[in-house]
């Protein structure tokens, strides 16, 4: 599980209603903090993202999920049914976070 290794924390990009979605977000919470976004437009910054606290299972806007300095791992992973061009957005957003 990609969770187990050295990842700092966990991006799980897929709908709120895929329970395989879900189940890899709960999975990764277990050993990360992970993040369930339904798409890419919940990385709304470096500061903010919307997302589905694994937990409480409802959509909430969290600050300061990404470090303000020094590196960073971070662990992306997406549901079965999630289109690799959302994938590839998330990608090209975290990557302008870092620029």
């Given at each position: 599980?990609?969770?187990?290794?050295?990842?700092?924390?966990?991006?799980?990009?897929?709908?709120?209603?895929?329970?395989?979605?879900?189940?890899?977000?709960?999975?990764?919470?277990?050993?990360?903090?992970?993040?369930?976004?339904?798409?890419?437009?919940?990385?709304?910054?470096?500061?903010?993202?919307?997302?589905?606290?694994?937990?409480e299972?409802?959509?909430?806007?969290?600050?300061?999920?990404?470090?303000?300095?020094?590196?960073?791992?971070?662990?992306?992973?997406?549901?079965?049914?999630?289109?690799?061009?959302?994938?590839?957005v998330?990608?090209?957003?975290l990557?302008?976070?870092?620029?």
């Open positions: 599980l990609l969770a187990d290794e050295q990842v700092d924390l966990m991006l799980v990009i897929g709908g709120y209603n895929s329970s395989n979605t879900c189940n890899l977000a709960r999975i990764c919470a277990n050993a990360v903090p992970t993040f369930h976004v339904a798409d890419p437009d919940g990385l709304l910054s470096r500061d903010e993202i919307r997302h589905r606290d694994v937990h299972k409802r959509e909430t806007v969290s600050r300061g999920w990404l470090p303000a300095y020094g590196p960073i791992t971070i662990g992306l992973t997406s549901g079965a049914s999630t289109p690799d061009n959302l994938v590839e998330a990608v090209r957003r990557q302008a976070f870092t620029e």
